[in-house]
T-cell receptor, first 114, second 113 residues
Framework: KAGVTQTPRYLIKTRGQQVTLSCSPI?????VSWYQQTPGQGLQFLFEYFSETQRNKGNFPGRFSGRQFSNSRSEMNVSTLELGDSALYLC?????????????FGPGTRLTVT | GESVGLHLPTLSVQEGDNSIINCAYS??????FIWYKQESGKGPQFIIDIRSNMDKRQGQRVTVLLNKTVKHLSLQIAATQPGDSAVYFCAENLGDSWGKLQFGAGTQVVVTP
C-alpha cells in the first residue's frame, strides 16, 4: 500500500505570495491532519479534516487554510507569506475508525520564504 | 525532515547499549500516547503507542512506560543500533479530536560505535 504523498517536496516563495500544498492520504484513510514543523516551535497541529469537513484547527492565523476533497486528498493554503512561515509542513492520515489514534506521516513539504 | 532544533536534548548511546528517552506530557485527560521516530529527510514514523489505561507496552526491541501520577512517558530501546539514530518525539492525543496530536520537543539520539 502506498504511503502518504505530499507535493511538492520543496518550495521557495517570496514574502507576500501565497502557496498551496497537496497531500494524498493512504488509500482508504479518510482523516487527514496537517502539522507545521520548525526548529523553534517543533511540531504544531494546524488542522484536521474528515469527510471533507474541518474537525479541528490549531492556533494559527487565518492566513492558514485548508480543505479536503471527496477522495480524501487535502490541500492547505498559506496566503500573504511571512518569513516565519518557513517550515516543514507535514501531512498525516489515519484509518478512522480505528482502534488507535495512530497517524501515518508523509515526507513533508519544505517551504522556504525569502 | 530536518526537525533537529538547535536546542534539542541529545542522548548519546553506545551501540549495543539500552537507550531510555523520557517525555513529560501536559494533559491529565490525554487518553493515548505515541512515540515517533524521525530520520533526516523523512516524516515521523510510528514506533509504539499506549493507552492511558495501561502502564507498560512492549514491541520489538522497544518498551513504553507510562506513569500517569507524574505525567511521564518513557521509551526504552534495547540493544541500540546505528539505525536507531534519529529524533524521537512523544505525542499525546488530548481527546478533543481524533486526528489532533500534541508533540513533545523531541530528543536527538546519537548512536556511537
Amino acid at each position: 500500500k502506498a504511503g502518504v504523498t505530499q507535493t511538492p517536496r520543496y518550495l521557495i516563495k517570496t514574502r507576500g505570495q501565497q502557496v498551496t500544498l497537496s497531500c494524498s492520504p493512504i488509500s482508504g484513510h479518510r482523516s487527514v491532519s496537517w502539522y507545521q514543523q520548525t526548529p523553534g516551535q517543533g511540531l504544531q497541529f494546524l488542522f484536521e479534516y474528515f469527510s471533507e469537513t474541518q474537525r479541528n484547527k490549531g492556533n494559527f492565523p487565518g492566513r492558514f487554510s485548508g480543505r479536503q476533497f471527496s477522495n480524501s486528498r487535502s490541500e492547505m493554503n498559506v496566503s500573504t507569506l511571512e518569513l516565519g512561515d518557513s517550515a516543514l509542513y507535514l501531512c498525516a492520515s489515519s484509518p478512522e475508525p480505528s482502534t488507535s489514534y495512530e497517524q501515518y506521516f508523509g515526507p513533508g513539504t519544505r517551504l522556504t520564504v525569502t | 525532515g530536518e526537525s533537529v532544533g538547535l536546542h534539542l536534548p541529545t542522548l548519546s548511546v553506545q551501540e549495543g547499549d539500552n537507550s531510555i528517552i523520557n517525555c513529560a506530557y501536559s494533559n491529565s485527560a490525554s487518553d493515548y500516547f505515541i512515540w515517533y521516530k524521525q530520520e533526516s529527510g523523512k516524516g515521523p514514523q510510528f514506533i509504539i503507542d499506549i493507552r492511558s489505561n495501561m502502564d507498560k507496552r512492549q514491541g520489538q526491541r522497544v518498551t513504553v512506560l507510562l506513569n500517569k501520577t507524574v505525567k511521564h512517558l518513557s521509551l526504552q530501546i534495547a540493544a541500540t543500533q546505528p539505525g536507531d539514530s534519529a529524533v524521537y518525539f512523544c505525542a499525546e492525543n488530548l481527546g478533543d479530536s481524533w486526528g489532533k496530536l500534541q508533540f513533545g520537543a523531541g530528543t536527538q539520539v546519537v548512536v556511537t560505535p
